[in-house]
Protein backbone atom coordinates (compact mmCIF):
# COMPACT_ATOMS: atom_id res chain seq x y z
CA UNK A 1 0.00 0.00 0.00
CA UNK A 2 1.47 3.05 -0.94
CA UNK A 3 2.15 5.61 1.48
CA UNK A 4 -0.32 8.43 -0.02
CA UNK A 5 -3.20 5.60 -0.11
CA UNK A 6 -2.66 4.90 3.63
CA UNK A 7 -2.67 8.77 4.51
CA UNK A 8 -6.05 9.12 2.65
CA UNK A 9 -7.62 5.82 4.35
CA UNK A 10 -6.45 6.30 7.55
CA UNK A 11 -7.51 9.77 7.59
CA UNK A 12 -3.58 11.11 8.77
CA UNK A 13 -4.20 8.65 11.77
CA UNK A 14 -7.30 10.69 12.83
CA UNK A 15 -11.34 9.74 12.78
CA UNK A 16 -13.51 11.24 9.86
CA UNK A 17 -11.53 13.08 7.57
CA UNK A 18 -13.10 15.00 4.91
CA UNK A 19 -10.90 14.54 1.92
CA UNK A 20 -10.72 17.02 -1.22
CA UNK A 21 -8.85 15.40 -3.91
CA UNK A 22 -7.53 16.81 -7.12
CA UNK A 23 -5.83 15.95 -10.70
CA UNK A 24 -3.59 19.23 -12.25
CA UNK A 25 -4.74 19.85 -15.39
CA UNK A 26 -3.19 22.23 -18.11
CA UNK A 27 -3.84 25.23 -16.15
CA UNK A 28 -2.31 24.22 -13.88
CA UNK A 29 1.08 23.40 -14.92
CA UNK A 30 3.98 25.38 -13.48
CA UNK A 31 1.66 26.90 -10.95
CA UNK A 32 2.59 27.03 -7.24
CA UNK A 33 0.61 24.82 -5.02
CA UNK A 34 -0.35 27.68 -2.46
CA UNK A 35 -1.74 29.39 -5.85
CA UNK A 36 -3.59 26.11 -6.95
CA UNK A 37 -5.36 25.65 -4.26
CA UNK A 38 -6.61 29.66 -3.97
CA UNK A 39 -8.18 29.19 -7.34
CA UNK A 40 -9.68 26.53 -7.04
CA UNK A 41 -11.17 26.14 -3.54
CA UNK A 42 -11.66 29.49 -2.67
CA UNK A 43 -12.98 29.85 0.43
CA UNK A 44 -9.61 30.54 1.82
CA UNK A 45 -7.07 33.05 0.40
CA UNK A 46 -3.66 32.09 -1.05
CA UNK A 47 -1.92 33.24 2.23
CA UNK A 48 -4.42 31.04 4.17
CA UNK A 49 -3.66 27.71 2.53
CA UNK A 50 0.23 28.64 3.15
CA UNK A 51 -0.57 27.81 6.91
CA UNK A 52 -2.83 24.98 5.88
CA UNK A 53 0.05 23.61 3.86
CA UNK A 54 2.78 24.06 6.79
CA UNK A 55 0.34 22.41 8.99
CA UNK A 56 0.93 19.45 6.84
CA UNK A 57 -2.31 18.34 5.89
CA UNK A 58 -2.08 18.79 2.77
CA UNK A 59 -0.46 16.09 0.15
CA UNK A 60 0.90 16.06 -3.45
CA UNK A 61 1.55 13.12 -4.72
CA UNK A 62 1.61 11.24 -1.37
CA UNK A 63 3.93 13.69 0.29
CA UNK A 64 4.10 17.10 1.87
CA UNK A 65 4.84 19.66 -0.29
CA UNK A 66 6.31 23.06 0.47
CA UNK A 67 4.35 26.29 -0.68
CA UNK A 68 6.12 27.06 -3.78
CA UNK A 69 6.55 23.44 -4.60
CA UNK A 70 5.17 23.75 -9.05
CA UNK A 71 3.01 21.95 -10.24
CA UNK A 72 3.02 19.24 -13.49
CA UNK A 73 0.39 17.99 -15.30
CA UNK A 74 -1.55 14.84 -13.31
CA UNK A 75 -0.13 15.83 -9.87
CA UNK A 76 -2.46 14.69 -7.27
CA UNK A 77 -3.17 17.04 -4.69
CA UNK A 78 -5.08 15.60 -1.58
CA UNK A 79 -6.62 17.91 1.44
CA UNK A 80 -7.88 16.27 4.37
CA UNK A 81 -10.10 17.82 7.18
CA UNK A 82 -10.55 15.87 10.63
CA UNK A 83 -12.88 15.23 13.28
CA UNK A 84 -15.41 18.08 12.11
CA UNK A 85 -18.19 18.53 14.18
CA UNK A 86 -20.34 21.57 12.81
CA UNK A 87 -22.49 23.63 14.72
CA UNK A 88 -26.40 24.12 13.49
CA UNK A 89 -26.94 27.17 11.40
CA UNK A 90 -29.49 28.67 9.88
CA UNK A 91 -29.32 27.37 6.20
CA UNK A 92 -32.67 29.31 4.37
CA UNK A 93 -30.44 30.89 2.00
CA UNK A 94 -32.46 32.54 -0.63
CA UNK A 95 -31.49 33.42 -4.49
CA UNK A 96 -32.32 36.99 -5.21
CA UNK A 97 -30.70 37.58 -8.71
CA UNK A 98 -29.11 34.77 -11.06
CA UNK A 99 -28.59 35.47 -14.47
CA UNK A 100 -26.32 32.33 -15.46
CA UNK A 101 -23.20 34.24 -14.61
CA UNK A 102 -23.66 36.52 -11.47
CA UNK A 103 -25.49 35.45 -8.65
CA UNK A 104 -26.67 37.33 -5.55
CA UNK A 105 -28.05 35.72 -2.23
CA UNK A 106 -29.86 36.88 0.95
CA UNK A 107 -27.29 35.24 3.79
CA UNK A 108 -29.41 34.85 6.87
CA UNK A 109 -27.34 35.70 10.25
CA UNK A 110 -25.42 32.85 11.86
CA UNK A 111 -24.32 31.37 8.82
CA UNK A 112 -20.57 31.76 8.00
CA UNK A 113 -19.43 32.66 4.61
CA UNK A 114 -16.52 30.32 3.74
CA UNK A 115 -15.21 27.45 5.68
CA UNK A 116 -13.03 28.31 8.98
CA UNK A 117 -13.01 26.71 11.93
CA UNK A 118 -15.74 24.56 13.07
CA UNK A 119 -17.56 25.22 9.84
CA UNK A 120 -17.08 23.53 6.74
CA UNK A 121 -20.44 22.43 4.82
CA UNK A 122 -22.25 24.16 6.93
CA UNK A 123 -21.47 27.64 5.33
CA UNK A 124 -23.04 29.82 2.41
CA UNK A 125 -20.47 28.17 -0.12
CA UNK A 126 -20.89 24.82 0.76
CA UNK A 127 -24.80 25.53 0.61
CA UNK A 128 -25.22 27.30 -2.68
CA UNK A 129 -22.22 24.13 -3.87
CA UNK A 130 -25.56 21.94 -3.39
CA UNK A 131 -27.97 24.25 -4.89
CA UNK A 132 -25.93 25.15 -8.19
CA UNK A 133 -24.26 21.61 -8.65
CA UNK A 134 -21.12 23.58 -8.97
CA UNK A 135 -18.57 25.81 -7.02
CA UNK A 136 -19.39 28.98 -7.50
CA UNK A 137 -16.81 31.99 -7.25
CA UNK A 138 -17.22 34.32 -4.32
CA UNK A 139 -17.27 37.88 -4.91
CA UNK A 140 -17.60 39.51 -1.53
CA UNK A 141 -18.53 38.20 1.67
CA UNK A 142 -19.87 39.01 5.07
CA UNK A 143 -19.61 38.24 8.62
CA UNK A 144 -20.89 35.64 10.34
CA UNK A 145 -23.71 37.14 12.15
CA UNK A 146 -24.24 39.88 9.40
CA UNK A 147 -27.16 39.13 7.59
CA UNK A 148 -27.41 40.06 3.42
CA UNK A 149 -26.63 40.13 0.39
CA UNK A 150 -23.17 38.04 -0.75
CA UNK A 151 -22.62 38.23 -4.82
CA UNK A 152 -21.07 35.08 -6.26
CA UNK A 153 -19.85 34.18 -9.81
CA UNK A 154 -19.94 30.91 -11.64
CA UNK A 155 -17.16 31.21 -13.91
CA UNK A 156 -13.05 33.49 -12.64
CA UNK A 157 -14.02 35.50 -15.22
CA UNK A 158 -17.24 36.69 -14.08
CA UNK A 159 -15.76 36.75 -10.56
CA UNK A 160 -12.76 38.72 -11.75
CA UNK A 161 -15.20 41.17 -13.59
CA UNK A 162 -17.60 42.26 -10.64
CA UNK A 163 -13.94 41.88 -8.33
CA UNK A 164 -12.65 44.55 -10.45
CA UNK A 165 -16.05 46.65 -10.42
CA UNK A 166 -15.42 46.58 -6.62
CA UNK A 167 -11.86 47.11 -6.46
CA UNK A 168 -12.60 50.64 -8.52
CA UNK A 169 -15.52 51.74 -6.71
CA UNK A 170 -18.27 51.16 -9.10
CA UNK A 171 -20.48 49.55 -7.17
CA UNK A 172 -23.12 51.46 -4.62
CA UNK A 173 -23.06 49.31 -0.87
CA UNK A 174 -25.80 50.05 1.35
CA UNK A 175 -26.38 48.60 4.68
CA UNK A 176 -28.96 49.00 7.64
CA UNK A 177 -27.62 49.08 11.16
CA UNK A 178 -29.84 49.48 14.31
CA UNK A 179 -27.44 51.05 16.72
CA UNK A 180 -27.40 51.91 20.43
CA UNK A 181 -26.58 55.51 21.42
CA UNK A 182 -27.76 59.40 20.30
CA UNK A 183 -27.14 59.79 16.42
CA UNK A 184 -26.75 63.98 16.78
CA UNK A 185 -26.46 64.26 13.14
CA UNK A 186 -29.33 63.39 10.17
CA UNK A 187 -26.19 62.71 8.04
CA UNK A 188 -22.49 62.44 8.86
CA UNK A 189 -19.08 60.60 7.24
CA UNK A 190 -16.79 58.75 8.94
CA UNK A 191 -12.97 58.45 7.21
CA UNK A 192 -9.73 57.22 8.63
CA UNK A 193 -6.93 54.57 8.37
CA UNK A 194 -8.27 51.00 9.70
CA UNK A 195 -6.10 48.05 10.92
CA UNK A 196 -5.67 44.96 13.16
CA UNK A 197 -4.47 45.67 16.49
CA UNK A 198 -3.23 43.67 19.24
CA UNK A 199 -5.19 43.24 22.35
CA UNK A 200 -4.90 40.01 24.51
CA UNK A 201 -8.57 40.31 25.18
CA UNK A 202 -10.09 39.86 21.46
CA UNK A 203 -9.31 37.46 18.91
CA UNK A 204 -9.08 40.36 15.96
CA UNK A 205 -10.08 43.72 16.57
CA UNK A 206 -9.86 46.62 13.82
CA UNK A 207 -9.35 50.08 14.86
CA UNK A 208 -8.13 53.50 13.33
CA UNK A 209 -4.37 53.41 13.51
CA UNK A 210 -2.02 55.39 11.05
CA UNK A 211 -0.30 52.40 9.66
CA UNK A 212 -3.89 51.49 8.37
CA UNK A 213 -6.01 51.26 5.05
CA UNK A 214 -8.00 54.33 3.60
CA UNK A 215 -11.46 53.94 4.94
CA UNK A 216 -14.99 55.78 4.55
CA UNK A 217 -18.68 55.14 5.62
CA UNK A 218 -22.19 57.60 4.80
CA UNK A 219 -24.20 57.38 7.38
CA UNK A 220 -28.04 58.29 7.18
CA UNK A 221 -30.31 58.29 9.96
CA UNK A 222 -33.74 56.90 9.54
CA UNK A 223 -35.23 56.76 12.38
CA UNK A 224 -34.44 57.23 16.14
CA UNK A 225 -36.31 56.80 19.50
CA UNK A 226 -35.91 55.21 23.15
CA UNK A 227 -31.72 55.40 22.99
CA UNK A 228 -31.94 53.41 19.57
CA UNK A 229 -31.65 54.43 15.83
CA UNK A 230 -32.16 52.98 12.27
CA UNK A 231 -29.22 54.08 10.01
CA UNK A 232 -28.22 53.38 6.35
CA UNK A 233 -24.69 53.28 5.54
CA UNK A 234 -22.93 53.61 1.57
CA UNK A 235 -19.61 51.96 2.53
CA UNK A 236 -17.17 53.16 0.13
CA UNK A 237 -14.15 51.12 1.01
CA UNK A 238 -14.50 47.47 2.66
CA UNK A 239 -12.25 47.21 5.44
CA UNK A 240 -12.84 44.54 8.10
CA UNK A 241 -15.31 45.63 10.42
CA UNK A 242 -15.24 48.87 8.95
CA UNK A 243 -19.04 49.81 9.91
CA UNK A 244 -18.44 49.03 13.44
CA UNK A 245 -15.62 50.33 13.65
CA UNK A 246 -17.03 53.85 12.23
CA UNK A 247 -19.88 53.63 14.36
CA UNK A 248 -17.54 53.11 17.72
CA UNK A 249 -15.56 56.77 16.44
CA UNK A 250 -18.81 58.14 16.71
CA UNK A 251 -19.90 56.93 20.26
CA UNK A 252 -22.52 54.29 18.94
CA UNK A 253 -22.74 50.78 19.11
CA UNK A 254 -24.38 48.39 16.67
CA UNK A 255 -27.10 46.24 18.79
CA UNK A 256 -25.72 42.59 19.14
CA UNK A 257 -22.22 43.85 18.69
CA UNK A 258 -19.95 41.37 21.77
CA UNK A 259 -16.33 43.50 20.54
CA UNK A 260 -16.84 47.11 19.73
CA UNK A 261 -19.86 47.71 22.16
CA UNK A 262 -19.71 50.15 25.11
CA UNK A 263 -18.38 47.67 27.35
CA UNK A 264 -16.32 46.44 25.41
CA UNK A 265 -13.36 43.74 26.72
CA UNK A 266 -15.91 42.70 28.86
CA UNK A 267 -18.99 41.40 27.35
CA UNK A 268 -16.80 39.81 24.57
CA UNK A 269 -15.30 37.64 27.44
CA UNK A 270 -18.71 36.84 29.15
CA UNK A 271 -19.78 35.78 25.49
CA UNK A 272 -16.76 33.43 25.09
CA UNK A 273 -17.27 31.91 28.77
CA UNK A 274 -21.64 31.77 28.50
CA UNK A 275 -22.54 31.80 24.96
CA UNK A 276 -25.43 34.28 24.23
CA UNK A 277 -26.33 33.53 27.82
CA UNK A 278 -29.56 36.15 29.20
CA UNK A 279 -26.19 37.91 31.11
CA UNK A 280 -25.06 38.78 27.81
CA UNK A 281 -28.42 39.29 26.06
CA UNK A 282 -29.30 42.21 28.44
CA UNK A 283 -26.14 44.00 27.45
CA UNK A 284 -26.33 43.66 23.82
CA UNK A 285 -29.96 43.34 23.56
CA UNK A 286 -29.54 40.83 20.35
CA UNK A 287 -27.92 37.67 19.92
CA UNK A 288 -26.23 38.76 16.54
CA UNK A 289 -24.79 41.72 15.54
CA UNK A 290 -27.93 43.54 13.61
CA UNK A 291 -26.08 44.58 10.71
CA UNK A 292 -27.56 43.78 7.17
CA UNK A 293 -26.45 44.24 3.76
CA UNK A 294 -29.04 45.88 2.54
CA UNK A 295 -28.71 47.23 -1.35
CA UNK A 296 -26.44 46.96 -4.20
CA UNK A 297 -26.00 48.95 -7.35
CA UNK A 298 -24.15 48.13 -10.08
CA UNK A 299 -23.39 47.83 -14.05
CA UNK A 300 -23.56 44.36 -15.11
CA UNK A 301 -19.82 43.89 -16.56
CA UNK A 302 -21.29 42.06 -19.76
CA UNK A 303 -24.68 43.50 -20.81
CA UNK A 304 -24.56 46.99 -19.13
CA UNK A 305 -27.33 46.79 -17.79
CA UNK A 306 -28.30 48.69 -14.28
CA UNK A 307 -28.69 46.59 -11.94
CA UNK A 308 -30.36 47.53 -8.36
CA UNK A 309 -30.44 43.66 -5.41
CA UNK A 310 -32.27 44.60 -2.57
CA UNK A 311 -32.67 42.20 0.29
CA UNK A 312 -35.53 43.18 2.93
CA UNK A 313 -34.72 43.34 6.61
CA UNK A 314 -34.54 40.01 8.12
CA UNK A 315 -37.52 39.23 10.69
CA UNK A 316 -34.89 39.60 13.88
CA UNK A 317 -33.84 43.26 13.27
CA UNK A 318 -36.99 44.38 11.98
CA UNK A 319 -39.08 42.89 14.75
CA UNK A 320 -36.90 45.05 17.05
CA UNK A 321 -37.08 47.98 14.99
CA UNK A 322 -40.74 48.05 15.71
CA UNK A 323 -40.55 47.32 19.34
CA UNK A 324 -38.41 50.52 19.96
CA UNK A 325 -40.34 52.28 17.35
CA UNK A 326 -38.06 53.00 14.96
CA UNK A 327 -40.77 51.47 12.34
Request: charged share 30%; aromatic share 6%; with cysteine.
Amino acid sequence: MSDETEYIKSGGGRKNPIIHESIVDLDGIGERIDHYLGRRFTYHSRTEWQSIIEQGVVRLNGIIPKSRQRLKKGDRVVYQIHDLIEPVVDKRVRILYDDGDIIACNKPADLPVIPSGKYHHNTLYGIMCKKLKLSPRLVNRIDRETSGIVLMARTEQGARLMQNIIATGKIHKIYAVIVKGEVKRKSFIVRGNIGRVQDPQYRMMQAFTPEGKYSRTDFRLVAQKNGYALLLCRIHTGRTHQIRVHLREEGLSVVGDKVYGAKGAEIFQMFLKEGNSDNVLREVDLPRQALHAFKLCFIHPKTGERLVIKAPLPKDMREFAKAKGLL
